[in-house]
């Protein structure tokens, strides 16, 4: 059902993308969304979360998880989503 | 502000209830009927959140169950028998609820302090409810036995905190099914257990310092619990509670049953309903047991598990097996119950691989900075992981010759095609988004209310659509790899993480196989886990208490706080076990902020 996963294009030109362009990018997204980290500490090693690790982990996300999924390919006649995969096989049974 | 959240929060639970109830029609015919117990009504279900009928039901449906046999003589401990020992003696009047009742409660005043493994105990009710019990003397199966209960279960009555900033102060009016279902069995609630805030990493406070211990290394805050559910496990490992429920959602069953020696069972996506627990992700959140044995693990499941209208998860499936009866001892437990040969154990590559031996790390570059979080320096700790791997494969190694011996066909398999790709740390956080759209409004209201865990709740709204559709279709693929490569060719599979059955939904069983002595100087267990095909828990559960029939790393008991080596400047002050949220009564480390792939959620 699935093909081989493709050369790493999305992983590689996501490392070309910059922490500036990174951070411009989760800041819109989380503006969107409402999200505002600006109540977190700036830089605070003590405190449960601070802006600078959250972003940190953000850009981290950002460079390794959509890639590596984009990369992943199917044939136009791959499985439907359903996300609830073993209740699709107890249905698939008649 | 934080009040409104929370009322919108469980006004969308009973809008997707509502949902629920009108789902079957588009699943097609209902033909999982068989649950071992009746199906209470869903919602809301008045006073106190408890049916009286409900309770019926369980008791006309599951009657007095064909409780195993004793295998061993009854400790006169009443703490120290399983849960199908005491509901055995409580059945035959010869052990009494409020005895049993009383001893918990006396084991939690006394250590809990020390194991921090309870958020509320509910000590006056539950001795009203063992009263109630021992005048009424029921005939429902778990009547008088008292049970710990993840704090993430609406508990009518009860706070139900999730150990969140978020439901601090949150009080359900009605019952998780999956709780009603055992309470309806005649349980007593004994109290909420400690858990990772809102399900993620082990146990600690919301702000990330650490709180349940394990009850094998209760002096050593290094030594992990397991999580989430970490005071579900310290509980029924330190002999506070009969069993207890967890969730799961990345091995947060599994995995503190590994850490703390119990048999701990993931069901199948849909097998135990979810309505009423506080969902950390909508597509892997699984309920389930954590419990001292397969005994008492599948006597806990066949109460918790079956259709409920409240959740369309849980409809449509296959019926509910004799979990009982699976577990019942005779000699052809190690055969397939259907196709009448031998077991077949699949083992996949890794599994019994030696581990390389360390690099020395070098000393410690700043030993006051580099022993936070830990009682050992850094040479020391890399020298006991070592350890720890060589042990553990050699208890694998142990664990296959002892089930081959009993009649198993050993397996060798190799991963299906996609397995290191799908089962990945990146395809493991399409989950992520699930868990941002549950919990958004409170992101926007205030992310410090996320504590230490609010990274992959941002993470998850940085995922596209277009990948978390991808992943999901992806989860199929993984899916059907694993029903061709792997369970075409065997019954039952090794697994070494709870991530990719976690991530298909298949369940999962971790029990005990071993021990071994690291640098706290005293045993701490080694865990094993194996997966099955969709609804075979009954298969999980009959070779592990076919197992357990012949090895005892089942029945040993942590040593008691009191009895072991503290660590310098640990205290253990009493407690007096009435109702309260645990406090700190030492000086915990930390945990860090992305740990959760090695903590479970």
């Known amino acids: ?94 | 502000m934080g009040e409104l959240n929370r009322r919108r929060f469980l006004e969308r639970m009973t809008a997707l209830t509502a949902t629920a109830m009108a789902a079957p029609a588009t699943l097609g015919a209902v033909s999982g009927t068989g649950s071992g117990v009746g199906v209470r009504p869903p919602g809301r279900t008045g006073a106190g959140g408890r049916s009286g009928e409900g309770g019926r039901a369980v008791a006309g449906r599951l009657g007095e169950p064909d409780l195993p046999p004793a295998s061993r003589p009854q400790p006169a401990d009443p703490t120290e028998l399983t849960l199908a020992e005491a509901a055995r003696l409580l059945r035959d009047g010869d052990l009494g609820a409020v005895e049993l009742v009383e001893a918990y409660l006396a084991r939690i005043g006394r250590w809990d302090p020390r194991y921090q493994a309870f958020n509320t105990v509910v000590s006056v009710s539950a001795l009203e409810a063992a009263r109630a019990a021992d005048r009424t003397r029921g005939r429902a199966p778990l009547t008088g036995v008292p049970l710990a209960i993840k704090d993430n279960y609406f508990t009518a009555g009860v706070r139900t905190t999730a150990n969140s900033f978020i439901f601090e102060d949150f009080v359900p009016d009605f019952d998780a099914t999956s709780w009603a279902r055992l309470h309806d069995a005649g349980a007593i609630l004994l109290g909420k257990t400690q858990m990772g805030p809102l399900a993620t990493t082990a146990a600690s406070t919301p702000t990330g310092e650490r709180t349940t211990v394990n009850a094998w290394a209760p002096h050593h805050d290094d030594v992990s619990p397991g999580g989430s559910s970490s005071g579900s496990a310290t509980a029924v490992a330190a002999r506070m509670a009969a069993s207890s429920t967890g969730t799961q959602t990345g091995g947060s069953i599994t995995n503190p049953s590994n850490a703390q020696a119990l048999t701990g069972i993931k069901p199948t996506m849909g097998r135990v309903s979810l309505h009423g627990i506080l969902p950390l992700t909508y597509t892997r959140d699984h309920p389930g047991p954590l419990a001292r044995d397969a005994v008492d693990a599948a006597l806990m499941l066949q109460i918790m598990a079956g259709p409920d209208p409240a959740d369309p998860r849980s409809l449509g499936l296959p019926p509910v097996p004799d979990y009982l009866g699976a577990v019942r001892g005779d000699d052809a437990a190690l055969r397939h119950p259907e196709r009448g040969g031998a077991v077949r154990i699949g083992v996949l590559p890794g599994f019994l691989d030696e581990p390389e031996p360390p690099e020395d790390p070098g000393p410690d570059p700043d030993p006051d900075i580099d022993r936070i979080g830990s009682s050992f320096p850094r040479r020391e700790r890399t020298q006991a992981a070592y350890r720890r791997e060589v042990a553990t494969v050699e208890a694998r190694r142990r664990m296959l010759a002892t089930l081959e011996e009993m009649g198993a066909e050993i397996v060798e398999l190799d991963f299906p095609t996609h397995w290191e790709t799908l089962t990945s740390f990146n395809f493991n956080n399409v989950r992520l988004p699930e868990r941002s759209e549950i919990f958004l409004e409170h992101l926007r209201d205030d992310v410090r209310k996320f504590g230490v865990s609010l990274a992959p709740w941002i993470n998850g709204l940085l995922l596209p659509a277009a990948e978390y559709v991808r992943g999901s279709r992806a989860r199929l693929v993984l899916l059907r790899e694993v029903l061709d490569d792997v369970f075409g060719r065997c019954d039952l599979v090794t697994q070494t993480a709870p991530f990719p059955f976690d991530m298909v939904g298949l369940p999962l069983i971790g029990f005990p196989i071993g021990f071994e002595t690291g640098s706290t100087g005293y045993p701490r267990p080694i865990g094993g886990m194996f997966g099955a095909e969709p609804y075979a828990e009954h298969h999980l559960l009959a070779v592990i208490a076919a197992y357990q029939r012949a090895t005892d790393w089942h029945l040993r008991r942590p040593a008691d706080p009191g009895d072991l080596r503290p660590a310098d400047g640990d205290g253990d002050g009493p407690r007096d076990g009435s109702d309260r949220r645990g406090g700190r009564t030492r000086s915990p480390g930390r945990y860090d902020l992305f740990d959760v792939m090695e903590r479970g959620e």
């Open chain 1, 1 to 94: 059902m699935a093909r081989r996963p493709s050369p790493p294009r999305s992983a590689a030109s996501s490392q070309e993308v910059t922490d500036e362009q990174l951070d411009a990018y989760i800041r819109t997204r989380l503006a969107l969304a409402g999200v505002d980290l600006s109540v977190l500490p700036d830089d605070d090693e003590d405190a449960p979360a601070d802006q600078r690790r959250i972003m940190a982990s953000a850009r981290r996300f950002l460079r390794s998880t959509p890639g590596a999924i984009a990369d992943f390919e199917f044939d136009p006649m791959g499985p439907a989503p359903a996300i609830y995969p073993a209740e699709v096989s107890a249905w698939n049974r008649g």
